[in-house]
């Protein structure tokens, strides 16, 4: 079974410019998370999808940031403008229907965002 | 806002010695999960114990929860370089969500 996929794994932008992450969640499993990780911190829910709505987008910047999950599958995350403090490591994981959120989260390796 | 508390941040432990991590949190949980992060990787979750959970094995790790002092502990036996990682553990809230602390860095040595 193939796990969660996230693409770019790495990109440099400089600040001010656009940047969008993608994620292909394990096939099957309805909810999907997207978090942020600073360098040696535990990571932290930006937006939490259940199927296509987004039921949990509290600590989601939204001046600058968005997301979008188009079918209940693959979602994006963009950030427009950027800023240096967006560097960071944006991880997405998904987890299985039933008890949902409740269950163990399996995530992707993440895509380390570097902003010049 | 990360909610757990990890003890300590870094432990350096020699191979074959055992490995115990604390975690403490504020709220009341539906569940308790440790997970796992290798340098420049995701989290690999380890165990997850529920509420009403006292202790739970699986392989060499071994959790215990005391809801009454909000606190867990992990403990890896018989530590092998490979453990060398990050471990968090991370609370599930009565609404569903997870939150993570800011981890333990474990490094054993050969």
């Known amino acids: 079974e193939a796990g969660v996929v996230q693409s770019p794994r790495y990109k440099i932008i400089e600040k001010k410019q656009p940047v969008a992450f993608w994620c292909n969640p394990i096939s099957g499993h309805n ?3 997207w978090y942020l990780q600073n360098l040696g911190q535990g990571p932290e829910l930006l937006i939490r999808y259940e199927n296509e709505e987004a039921v949990d987008d509290s600590q989601l ?7 979008e999950r188009l079918k209940g599958v693959d979602s994006t995350l963009k950030i427009q403008p950027a800023e240096l403090g967006d560097s960071a490591v944006y991880l997405c994981a998904s987890s ?4 949902g959120t409740y269950n163990e989260q399996f995530f992707g390796p ?6 010049l | 806002s990360q909610q757990g508390e990890e003890d300590p941040q870094a432990l350096s432990i020699q191979e074959g010695e055992n490995a115990t991590m604390n975690c403490s949190y504020k709220t009341s949980i539906n569940n308790l999960q440790w997970y796992r992060q290798n340098s420049g990787r995701g989290l690999v979750h380890l165990i997850l114990i ?3 959970e006292r202790e739970k094995h699986s392989g060499r790790l071994r959790v215990t929860l005391d809801t009454s002092k909000k606190s867990s502990s992990l403990l890896i036996t018989a530590s092998r370089a ?3 990682a990050s471990y968090f553990c991370a609370t599930v809230n009565q609404g569903g969500k997870l939150i993570f602390g800011q981890g333990t860095e474990l490094s054993v040595k050969p």
């Open chain 1, 31 to 33: 909810t999907l998370y």
């Open chain 1, 61 to 67: 910047p939204k001046d600058r940031f968005s997301a």
């Open chain 1, 96 to 99: 299985s229907r039933g008890t």
């Open chain 1, 110 to 115: 993440g895509t380390r965002l570097t902003v």
């Open chain 2, 50 to 52: 529920r509420s009403n």
């Open chain 2, 82 to 84: 490979a453990d060398t």
